[in-house]
């Protein structure tokens, strides 16, 4: 059973979510070199061990003024790791907003579990960090990401012709 500090933080009914951790690197790189075609232009996860370590110092700085939270996806019934939720510049007050970014890992890529994590995702975003709006940044091109996206109610607002 696990314990308190190493729980997760949401389980759905195929898949988990938590923070990542200095025990998941060489998993998590693994994943990143098996996923590289997948990910062609799209991202470039944290690669080598170096920018896997600053990615954990970024996304679990933890506490309440943290602007900055990442999550793992598992899935339930092998506890493979199936993906990444990342919620970036995290803004307080009235506004209480972040931008949303996330990658699957080949070979669990497109059997509708980044779907349920994605659902995960968006209810610790809007119960445990208190979030009134999320924004996805997606590349018009990305056919998957954007049904994605779609598929959990995401609606496109309008195009960043300079974003990056």
């Known amino acids: 059973m696990p314990t308190r500090s190493n729980a997760p933080t949401l389980i759905g009914a195929r898949v988990y979510l938590r923070p990542p951790r200095p025990a998941d690197a060489a998993a998590f790189l693994a994943a990143t070199r098996a996923s590289r075609r997948l990910h062609g232009a799209w991202t470039q996860p944290p690669h080598p061990r170096a920018r896997y370590t600053a990615y954990l110092r970024r996304f679990t700085a933890g506490g309440g003024a943290a602007t900055h939270a990442g999550f793992l996806v598992f899935r339930r019934e092998d506890d493979a790791l199936v993906g990444v939720y990342n919620f970036s ?3 307080r007050g009235a506004f209480q907003s972040a931008f949303l970014g996330y990658f699957a890992f080949a070979p669990l890529a497109g059997r509708g579990l980044m779907t349920e994590g994605l659902a995960a995702a968006l209810d610790i975003a809007f119960r445990k960090l208190k979030l009134h709006r999320v924004e996805v940044n997606i590349q018009p091109n990305n056919a998957r990401s954007l049904a994605l996206a779609a598929r959990l109610g995401f609606t496109r607002e309008g195009y960043s012709r300079r974003y990056v």
């Open 89 to 91: 510049e995290i803004v």
